[in-house]
């Protein structure tokens, strides 16, 4: 598996960058067990605050996302140890669902089988709205959405002219989420 480490303010004290860069690579290794070609692995590493260091590991395959998982403690270390487990994890439901779709249609008539492939089996679309969109800062984004009492808030972002969602956290915090093209 090819892995590409970003690293994001990731400020190593102890100055063994190599070592943890080898560890990631013999841990993420384990997981090309799962995948029949070559897959991708992004890693990035940051530092938040003091001592508090996150870690993002994507695994793309075949051109698109599989997995992403991400959590932040005192050591990057500590989170190869948490993030590996909860990445092998989603993979085996990934395979697991595709399995179970695989059986499904290969049971179905060929009647049911083109009715299949155009829904999805994470349910369907019930309703559908149209809005209009605004030019407003993050921080008026969040009033909208506390005005609206909505989960998430769609808008054009005043600071790059890029369209972002801030969205509420089950923490009581905020999200944002901003596209990169």
Do not use: C, W
């Not at 997995?67 to 989170?79: A, I, K, L, P």
């Not at 149209?130 to 407003?136: G, L, R, Y």
């Not at 998430?152 to 596209?179: M, Q, W």
């Amino acid at each position: 598996m090819r892995i590409e480490i970003l690293n994001r303010n990731y400020k190593d004290e102890s100055g063994q960058k190599a070592k943890l860069a080898e560890i990631l690579e013999k841990k993420i290794s384990k997981l090309d067990k799962f995948f029949e070609s070559e897959a991708f692995a992004k890693v990035k590493l940051s530092t938040i605050g003091s001592g508090k260091h996150t870690m993002e590991i994507t695994i793309i395959s075949d051109g698109k996302q599989i997995v992403r998982s991400e959590t932040t403690s005192d050591s990057m270390y500590n989170n190869i140890d948490i993030l590996i487990p909860k990445l092998e994890k989603q993979i085996l439901k990934y395979h697991t669902r595709l399995a179970s779709r695989l059986r499904k249609s290969a049971l179905a008539p060929v009647k049911e089988q083109k009715e299949a492939a155009h829904q999805e089996s994470y349910g369907k679309i019930v309703k559908e709205k149209k809005f209009d969109i605004s030019i407003i800062t993050v921080q008026q984004a969040i009033a909208e959405l506390e005005l609206l009492d909505h989960d998430f808030y769609v808008f054009v972002n005043a600071e790059n002219n890029l369209v972002s969602v801030v969205y509420k956290r089950h923490d009581g915090d905020y999200g944002l989420i901003t596209p990169q093209y």
